[in-house]
């Protein structure tokens, strides 16, 4: 069982950057790839990017590729995402996911956080 609790979430302008962490609980974090989703209002949850367990693949969907990055910390059990030049259409909940596979496919995830909210301002 592994639990994930999301942060660092906010309102911030247009341009600007925000750091989110997840912090999963268990001793096996590092046997998992670990994904980012997001989901807007009205829209389906949508695959942002994922890491594997070591850290040695990432993959990004088009729309935050170039602006967004994905890390993890296997000693802090925490997955980062970091978010950069933001735009109005990166306003949803972000949630993190723990897996066997480092895969776009969210029904490949098996445990999700409760999300948090990021809402970018015009």
């Known amino acids: 069982q592994v639990q994930l609790v999301e942060s660092g979430g906010g309102l911030v302008q247009a341009g600007g950057s925000l750091r989110l962490s997840c912090a999963a609980s268990?001793?096996?974090?590092?046997?998992?790839?670990m994904g980012w989703f997001r989901q807007a209002p009205g829209k389906e949850r949508e695959f942002v990017a994922t890491i594997s367990w070591s850290g040695g693949r990432t993959e990004y969907a088009d729309s935050v590729k170039g602006r967004f990055t994905i890390s993890r910390d296997n000693a802090k059990n925490t997955v980062y995402l970091q978010m950069n030049s933001l735009k109005p259409e990166d306003t949803a909940v972000y949630y993190c996911?723990?897996?066997?596979?480092?895969?776009?496919?969210?029904?490949?995830?098996?445990?999700w956080g409760q999300g948090t909210q990021v809402t970018v301002s015009s």
């Open positions: 996911a723990a897996g066997l596979y480092d895969t776009t496919w969210r029904a490949q995830y098996d445990y």
């Open positions: 268990g001793r096996t974090f590092s046997s998992y790839a």
